[in-house]
């Protein structure tokens, strides 16, 4: 099985919002995070936020969440017009098959925070603490149920 069963898909819907949400903040923050070692040649401003994103680790208040096949092709697409997308993916016949695409925008609020809004109507924005390690974004929210933190890497 592909997915972890959720017997909510409300839940389930809202997880991987928040997935998409966390991808995006990252983005932002890489691209704001530069180093002034370069300061004498031109200036490097796009965001470590942007690019391509799949999803390696996923911890639940601190337990690591197993990731299926098909979580795994999963993918994160920031833009630097502010602007994300996300493909999710679920087991049907033996197969990985796309079963929607979030969009939504970002915005870097510096100091590793992240403010992402999805597309969705009725949705809220969430702020999300992102870092980089080389190609490595971590992604970390809180809420009413506790902390998420992803961890993806670059494509």
Known sequence: MCFKVVKNKKIK???KKIFLLLVVS???CMTSCKSD???AGPADTQDKFIGVWKITQEFENGVEQTLETC???SRLTVTD???YSGA???LENETCVLQETLTGGWENLGSNKYKITPDLDG???IEATITFSGNTMTIVTNDEDGELKEILTRV
Do not use: F
């Open 13 to 15: 819907l809202i997880m």
């Open 26 to 28: 990252i983005s932002v």
């Open 37 to 39: 070692d370069d300061a």
């Open 71 to 73: 979580d795994l092709e």
């Open 81 to 83: 017009d502010q602007k």
């Open 88 to 90: 999710s993916y679920d």
């Open 123 to 125: 949705e809220e924005a």
